[in-house]
């Protein structure tokens, strides 16, 4: 009974006048976007069949990932993640990816398929996601989700993306005729020198006020990262590491809520795909030197 | 291209008088300075305290031959990674030749040259200290400099009117003498040698009187101190008025703080720069008494003692049970220096100070890092006991505080990191630490955390934080300064705080954030114009709120600035600002606005400098006021803080006929057309204008 309480305590917070996204809509998957400041539609890695399935149309080598997340030190907020993607090819990319957040009183699970491919200087991607929510002794609800996203690179140093999740504006319960979130995002990355990622991106929520989110990512030596970013609004300060041994990476990244204290994430890539040539191939990014 | 060109013009030229490194030192803009390090639009710190102190600091440049790390560091103008590659290139090549060979030093540009001009010199031989005894050496010191001021406002304020007596036959307050501020100061020092100096003043309303029993000796305010430095194994010894900055000033600050700003990046690190000279007139922050720093080997320890009288007003309590039994105590220690009315003069040097330190720091001779430890006892002769109220109770109440802090940095490549951590009697502790650097050519980076407790007390701290005291709060900043073109730059920082105990305006636990960003062009060596923006969000009590229960409300402050600067040629130069701000609470408080716009016109006519400046300003209330930098006269400062309706003017006239002598004359006047009256009290004026006159004369010899 204590921890369903706190979990409603928690949940409340959302209405608080320094929100925090309710329930798990909003937030990023892998601990690369939460040591940025939850930057999630730029990162062109194998990630992207969460975020924004647009930027997995540059994914350089496909490859699997899995992270784990606890929220807040308590089991009520964990989430456990996958993804996989394979490499791009000749008819692009296919994302695969699979979570669940919370626990036996409340908790979302999720799968998803899409596709992306890049034509140009900008990527394009489509996804499809089942959704189920289960909250204590109700009974499930599931439902189905259209996200759309994709990633321009501008110059070889600048990268625009913008994903729209839920664009069919999913219905979640017919009490009031309530809808799924519908959240829009848009971010610029720069890569100033090699070493350097600069991030910025904007979220919007249809029902709450646009958050900002900053974040940087420095290679400090071969192959080891430093992150750390913000989300503005609700005032998250994130930081992270990660280290790259071979075709494997390691990703941990810790986040801080005034109100709610500290979130910590640890995740594994591996790479698997060989690199192709493709037509995009000329363009590089922080991410396809890694 | 151009840079390579100019270099060699620059070559040719110094090649041209080797004699001297003569480049001139141009004149420096102390406002400029002063607007882009402090975030005047925001809190209400004392900004003149800050203003005098930035001068302080700007009006001894720093050798580059011999400058230290901090030293170079503390000009907030290098980042990380040239004040690294300024040392390398010291060490590789030997001692700079002449100011031009920075332009060698990796990571130099022309940008950092320029602004670092008028704050560094080379000289080409090192200064040391000569055979002679040094009374010779203070009567041959060639800059022995004295500056006489004289301040009045023209109209009259209230507090100088006759004062009559009211129905109850008492007379009320009025200032007890003239309406003239007057200040003095001489000074002679010979960098990394001696300095010796003493500073007088008199506020306006304080009586000129030989009264010692009223603890007045002609002039309100007396201040000197003799430094000496590098006498055996003595690094410095001062006697007199002194300061003294330690670690990131938790402890110890000196006021040299400065805090969010438009350089987001330089400031947020404060420069343990020990023991230094007092020289300023502001009645607080400093020590009277004498201190030293030995250097034993690599390890440096400083000895303070310090004794001096502050003010306050003292009050007795007689014992509930015993009524012969009463105690004297201090509501509080004022340090506006003010002591112009009889209550004001009663209450001077009516307590006791007595401070004792004792700190060590190691310093690895290659400075890689550094470590110190701190130990601190302060005593007040009279208690300090404060009107107990909700959010005070964990301030200091008693007679005696201790300190004790360590403090440490290290410098990895183009990274220096740094921290403090210290703790109060009573168990209140405070902790900062932080990191800036380099993240590639142009690209640098800060950020900062801290966390104080609502109990730490430290009088003279000065950390980095929100508020203006290092209590009650936790935060963490990140701040990113990127020059993208040769001509461009951009300053951004973001700063998440929050105060876990009530405080002033917030009857609950609160917090907040803030960001600003600048983008700077700058087309060429004679314009520049920048954009910035700045938003805090805090969590106050709303405001015109007629409940009984205070209810804490985001409360946002938004402030916009535009300013263009061009030369027109060598004498003419042109200043247009256009700033804003905005002011709302959410839940129901309707938006305030205020803008103000300034045109400056100067002229530069060799012996005779004119500034002029015509501002216009519309402000809805207080909270949009708006703060204006103003030119004055050397060492003095003015940021009018401006609201209502109406228009402010200012010249300044100066006037250098030789080497020997500078004149200086300023007169700015307010004029609202709607007011009846300006200011409130007894400086409260009875017409719609005021008008202050400042003449000053510095003599050089």
Redesign the interface.
Known sequence: MKSTFRIFLLLSFSGT??RLMAGNDGFSYGPRSMGTGQISTLFTDVWAAHNNIGSLGWLKRGGVAASFENRYNSSAFNQIAFAAATTPGKYGAFGFGASRFGSDLFNQTRAQAGWAKVFGIASIGIQGQWYQVQAAEFPARNHFILSFGGLAKLTPKVSFAASISNITQTKASDFQNEKLPTIAKAGVSYN??K??L?LAEVQKDLDQKALVK?G?E?EIRTNLWLR???T?GI?L?TGGIAFKWRDLQLDYSVS?H?QLGWSQGIGLQMILGKEKTTSSGAVKTADSEK | MMKRILFLLLVLASVGKMNAQTYPRPEIQVEDFIEKLFNLQSSDANYEDLYEQMLLLYSNPIDLNNATPEELRNTYILSEQQVQQLLRHRQKTGRLLSIYELQSVPSFDLQTIYSLLPFAVVNEVPQNQDNKGLLTRIREASNNSLIVRTTRTLEEQKGYTDALPDPDGELPKRYLGDKNKLFARYRINHTKDFSLGFTTEKDPGEKVMWSPSQKVYGMDFWSAHLLLENRGIFKKIVFGDYQFMFGQGLVYSAGFAVGKGAEPVNTVRRSSLGLRPYTSVLEGMFFRGAGATMAVKNLEITVLASQKFVDGNIQSSTDTLDTDVSEDFASSINITGFHRTQTELASKHSNKETMLTVAAVYKEPTGRYEFGVLGTTLKYEIPIIRRPSIYNQFDFNGNQNQNLSVSGQYNYQNFSFFGEAAMSKGGGHAAVAGLVGS?????D?S?VVRDYSRDYHAFYSNGFGEATRNVNEQG?Y?G?K?R?HPKWQAA?Y?D?F?FPYLSFQSDGPS?G?E?LGRLTYTPSKTASIFIQYRDETK?RNLSGNTGKTDI???THRQNWVIQADAKANTWLSFRTRVQGSRWYQ?RGVPARYGISLSQDLNFDLGKVSISNRFSLFDTDDYNTRQYLYEKNVLYAFSIPALYGRGTRVYSLIQYSPNRKFDIWFRIARTFQKDQKTIGSALEEINANHKTDVVVQLRYNF
């Open positions: 006048s320094f100033p020198v070493s350097v600069l900053a940087i420095y750390t970013g913000f503005t005032q300060a801080n005034p | 993240l590639g050519r142009g690209i980076v950020m963490i990140w990113l990127y993208f951004v973001y998440r929050r917090g954030q960001y969590l804490l409300t985001p959410e």
